[in-house]
């Protein structure tokens, strides 16, 4: 089983930055993909940056050139870099990772983050 802790939420103003991260601890072989995800009251959760075990990056449209996922394998932590934030950045972010444990495979969840920009 893997365990994930989120921290670096918080308020901002509008144009300010936040750094998210996400420690990942139990009996870890590997981690292949790491993404981030973020769900505003009243929608559904969206994907908002991810990296694959060969730092291969993804991006929708709407965080392009603002946000930076990255990852350190040697602390199974993957971190999100927000920077010019916008108040429609507004959200609970949650991170997710595709593990490779002694006891099998696992796709999981933080706990989640909430992220409030102010205009």
């Known amino acids: 089983q893997v365990q994930l802790v989120e921290s670096g939420g918080g308020l901002v103003q509008a144009g300010g930055s936040l750094r998210l991260s996400c420690a990942a601890s139990?009996?870890?072989?590997?981690?292949?993909?790491m993404a981030w995800y973020r769900q505003a009251p009243g929608k559904q959760r969206e994907l908002v940056a991810s990296?694959?075990?060969?730092?291969?990056?993804n991006y929708p449209d709407s965080v392009t050139g603002r946000f930076t996922i990255s990852r350190d394998n040697a602390k199974n932590t993957v971190y999100l870099q927000m920077n010019n934030l916008k108040p429609e950045d507004t959200a609970v972010y949650y991170c997710?990772?595709?593990?490779?444990?002694?006891?099998?495979?696992?796709?999981?969840w933080g706990q989640g983050t909430q992220v409030t920009v102010s205009s």
């Open positions: 997710n990772i595709f593990a490779i444990t002694r006891l099998g495979a696992f796709d999981s």
């Open positions: 139990g009996s870890i072989f590997r981690i292949t993909s």
């Open positions: 990296i694959t075990s060969g730092s291969s990056t």
